[in-house]
């Protein structure tokens, strides 16, 4: 032990009485810390324990009772759900619908919040207010139409109906944030490429696009998660469809299964992972993205 | 599942080579023509795809739906017939009704615990892990959500086991089990909890970073004049984070007007719980075309003053920028 740290302990020893009062001072604070943290894992803890109980249990006693022994932990629930028809099919549905859409939507957004940043032409104003204005129109107002549009083409119930929905419909939220993030990248870089005699796609693909991963990163993680968790969207226009997604095999088990749903609880589980294990991963970004968000308004 | 994995194929491969190729080629057009004329298109070709998809699947089918509000299920006019159902139809005003107990409540909550939360956090050491678990409801679903919370407000009949949480604990405490879906009384609430749930967060995390924004000399300073907490609040940080404030109550706003997943998946809009997207919903689910777009006309109407805001406030950052 040096000198130093051994006169800082006799120092803590004289004040421990203040720091005790202090601390206890403190008490009514983290118990109330401690209350908002229960309050908002409890129930996703439930969900959690039950669905490694056997429906009966389920019915019969609350999920806290399996905390002590005998829990009766088991995987019936996981099985009967994966070997439900059409369960593991709109898990790969999720898939062949959310990262199509989240690709083409941002990589087309990234084209127009280039043009709108660094470009000038007639009716960019206008354009831009128009997609603003969109930010907070309803999609469901656009659904009558669009059905019709989609039944016209022959669209009805495809995957490329719900790639091409999604991508009008989250694009102009996209367009946005990558159009002040573009515009907040430095203009000397621009210049001296100019100078160079970079043409347009050199600019693109090599200034623009390496610059902003960020926020293509934080962009891609949120339209990824916001699709993955569509129900909305999906239930329009593949409702009826073997395509659809989990979420809507979820959503109409649960509203045609009635005093059973409780299947449904690993299923329920399933859909959570993805998105959960993204978040506690790549948590950063995740942020980012929110409180980039929070500039729509 | 071959055409699924033909799907896959189309989306691994086919996508890019759309994305980057229509880029490429446009470039390429562009460079074949004289230089003046490719300097006034290029814009055009860059912004193409989003104006054409935002025109497409938004503007169009916002002016048509508003076209087929004034017409009947079989497309003959019927003049205001849509919007006079609406406003003596009961379901339909049981779900306006609704959405306004959610505009308050659920707004009001959100920015409410959001701010409280994010105060009292933001005096603890373990600050970032405590935010962690009001963030977690975050990219749940609100299919998954609804799923957790049936196992909150379950009721079994009196004298079984009950299996609710809440039940359990009102049990404990000595109080009889409350039908919490099913009674009118408590239903719209138990529906707008688990709104508050999955997006106190999100209010959390922006006024959060706001908060920190907050000098702490000015905060100190206002203690020393013997400012109490309660105080500080409402003089100093709630002014200073009034911006923040009016950005999520205008973000939370547009998410109670346009709710639907929860009142689909826990009620299907049953016991008095139904909201105007899920009438909308269920409308065209039915081929009831001309009143489904005069409930979707309702919900823009009910939305263009914030429409308006935001205008406003774009075009004012546009000029300091």
Redesign the interface.
């Given at each position: 032990m040096s000198v130093a740290t051994r006169a800082t302990a006799r120092v803590a020893t004289r004040s421990t009485a203040r720091d005790l009062r202090q601390r206890f001072r403190k008490v009514p604070?983290?118990v109330?810390?401690g209350i908002?943290?229960a309050?908002?894992?409890?129930?996703?803890l439930?969900?959690l324990v039950?669905s490694f109980r056997t429906v009966q249990d389920?019915?019969?006693?609350?999920?806290?009772t399996a905390l002590y022994p005998p829990a009766g932990f088991t995987l019936d629930s996981y099985r009967t759900i994966i070997d439900a028809p059409g369960f593991t099919?709109s898990i790969?549905?999720s898939l062949?619908i959310t990262?199509?859409a989240t690709?083409?939507q941002v990589?087309?957004?990234l084209?127009?919040g280039?043009?709108?940043a660094w470009?000038?032409?007639r009716g960019?104003d206008f354009?831009f207010?128009?997609?603003?204005?969109?930010?907070?129109?309803?999609?469901?107002?656009?659904?009558?139409?669009?059905?019709k549009?989609f039944a016209a083409l022959g669209l009805s119930g495809t995957?490329v109906a719900i790639w091409?929905?999604h991508?009008?419909?989250g694009?102009?939220f996209q367009?946005y944030l990558l159009r002040s993030y573009i515009g907040s990248l430095p203009r000397e870089v621009f210049e001296s490429a100019d100078i160079d005699g970079a043409?347009?796609?050199t600019k693109?693909w090599r200034i623009v696009v390496p610059m902003s991963i960020p926020a293509i990163a934080a962009n891609l993680i949120f339209v990824f998660?916001g699709v993955?968790?569509?129900?909305?969207i999906a239930?329009?226009y593949l409702?009826q469809s073997p395509n659809r997604p989990l979420?809507v095999l979820?959503?109409q088990q649960?509203?045609s299964l009635g005093g059973n749903?409780q299947v449904?609880?690993a299923?329920?589980?399933i859909?959570?992972v993805l998105?959960?294990a993204?978040?506690l991963g790549l948590?950063r970004y995740?942020?980012r993205g929110?409180?980039a968000?929070?500039?729509?308004? | 599942m071959d055409q699924?994995i033909l799907?896959?194929l189309?989306?691994i491969i086919a996508?890019?080579i759309v994305?980057?190729g229509y880029?490429?080629v446009g470039?390429w057009l562009l460079?074949r023509l004289p230089k003046r004329i490719a300097l006034?298109m290029?814009?055009?070709v860059?912004?193409f795809?989003?104006?054409a998809?935002?025109t497409?699947?938004?503007?169009?089918?916002?002016i048509?739906?508003i076209l087929?509000s004034f017409q009947d299920a079989k497309g003959n006019p019927v003049g205001l017939d849509n919007y006079v159902f609406f406003f003596t139809n009961p379901d339909t005003l049981g779900s306006l009704k609704n959405n306004i107990l959610w505009l308050v409540f659920f707004t009001g909550f959100v920015v409410g615990l959001g701010l409280l939360?994010s105060v009292?956090?933001d005096?603890?050491r373990?600050e970032s892990l405590?935010k962690?678990?009001?963030?977690?409801?975050?990219?749940?679903?609100?299919?998954?959500a609804?799923?957790?919370?049936?196992?909150?407000f379950e009721l079994q009949p009196k004298g079984?086991?009950?299996?609710?949480?809440l039940n359990?604990i009102l049990g404990t405490a000595g109080f009889d089990p409350i039908a919490w879906l099913v009674n009118t009384t408590t239903n719209n609430f138990a529906l707008i909890a688990i709104g508050v749930?999955i997006s106190?967060?999100?209010a959390m995390?922006?006024i959060s970073?706001a908060l920190k924004g907050i000098s702490s000399e000015l905060l100190e300073a206002a203690r020393v004049d013997g400012a109490n907490e309660l105080q500080v609040l409402r003089r100093i940080i709630i002014p200073l984070l009034m911006p923040?404030l009016?950005?999520?109550t205008?973000?939370m706003i547009?998410t109670a007007?346009?709710v639907?997943?929860i009142p689909?998946?826990m009620t299907?809009g049953a016991f008095g719980t139904d909201v105007i997207?899920r009438q909308?919903?269920a409308r065209?689910?039915n081929s009831d075309?001309g009143r489904?777009?005069a409930v979707?006309?309702v919900?823009?109407l009910a939305?263009t003053p914030?429409?308006l805001?935001?205008?406003r406030?774009?075009r004012e950052q546009e000029e300091v920028r």
């Open positions: 604070l983290h109330s810390v908002v943290m309050i908002w894992l409890i129930p996703t439930g969900l039950n389920m019915k019969t006693s609350g999920w806290w099919d790969l549905n062949l990262v199509p690709v083409i990589v087309i957004s084209f127009a280039y043009a709108f470009m000038n032409f960019k354009f207010i128009v997609i603003v204005a969109l930010l907070v129109v309803p999609v469901q107002l656009t659904f009558i139409p669009v059905l549009l995957f091409l929905a991508t009008g419909y694009l102009p367009t043409n347009h796609p693109f998660l993955w968790n569509d129900l909305l239930v329009t409702g979420t979820i959503g649960t509203t749903w449904l609880t299923a329920a589980v859909q959570m998105p959960l993204v978040f948590q995740f942020v929110i409180s968000g929070a500039v729509k308004g | 699924r799907t896959a189309i989306a996508v890019p994305l980057v880029i490429q470039e460079s006034r290029r814009p055009y860059w912004v795809p989003a104006v998809f935002a497409v699947f938004m503007v169009l089918p916002t048509n739906t087929i939360i009292i956090f005096r603890v373990y405590a962690t678990a009001v963030f977690l409801p975050l990219p749940i679903s609100s299919v998954a609804s799923i957790i919370w049936k196992f909150m079984r086991p009950q299996t609710g949480t359990a749930w106190t967060g999100f995390v922006i970073a923040t009016t950005v999520i205008t973000t547009i007007l346009k639907f997943d689909y998946v299907s997207a909308l919903f065209i689910a075309y489904a777009a979707g006309v919900l823009l939305v914030i429409l805001l935001n205008i406030r774009f």
